[in-house]
């Protein structure tokens, strides 16, 4: 049996389970993504009470990283929008389902790092500008080049997502 003999069969015999991929893309897009945006407020959060206890006429104005870390969850609740509804299990092929698992995947853990890192300077962040105020916007734009990582995730999750159904177009 030839190479292109056996991705034919596989392809056509696999059918049945290329809405498994697609599904699992779109869990991991909101699983990563919120497992990002809760280790980033819940490590934020730590700081910000830490820090309001010295200084509590900054809690408010600290809350930033806590915002900011929520945001990832949006990423992720987008793009598991964008696959669940692109899955038809008439007319989805393996392509499709891979295209959404990557897609997922491209969100989630960009979701999943960026949080990690808005956790880490926002904890960090809020403290310090309890002591320093001069720190703040320093901070902020650490903040928003964390978030631009998770940025990138969904802009490439999209575009991945998009390519679902290329293969039955041609």
């Known amino acids: 049996m030839s190479y292109r003999q056996l991705l034919e069969t596989t392809s056509t015999s696999n059918q049945d389970t290329a809405p498994f991929f697609g599904f699992i893309?779109?869990?991991?897009a909101l699983v990563f993504?919120?497992?990002?945006?809760?280790?980033g407020t819940a490590k934020s959060g730590v700081g910000i009470a830490s820090m309001g206890v010295m200084r509590p006429e900054l809690v408010m104005k600290s809350i930033v990283p806590v915002v900011m870390a929520g945001v990832l969850g949006i990423y992720g609740l987008i793009?598991?929008?964008i696959i669940s509804t692109g899955v038809n299990p008439a007319s989805y092929t393996l392509y499709d389902g891979f295209a959404h698992l990557a897609s997922g995947l491209a969100c989630g853990l960009a979701g999943l790092a960026a949080g990690m890192a808005i956790g880490i300077v926002g904890?960090?962040?809020?403290?310090?500008?309890?002591q320093q105020p001069k720190l703040f916007v320093g901070m902020i734009l650490i903040l928003i080049f964390a978030e631009a990582l998770a940025l990138y995730g969904l802009i490439?999750?999209?575009?991945?997502s998009s390519k679902a159904g290329a293969s039955t177009s041609d």
């Open 25 to 28: 893309g779109a869990a991991a």
């Open 156 to 160: 490439v999750g999209i575009i991945l």
């Open 33 to 39: 993504s919120c497992m990002g945006a809760a280790y």
């Open 79 to 81: 793009i598991a929008v």
């Open 123 to 130: 904890d960090a962040g809020v403290r310090a500008n309890a």
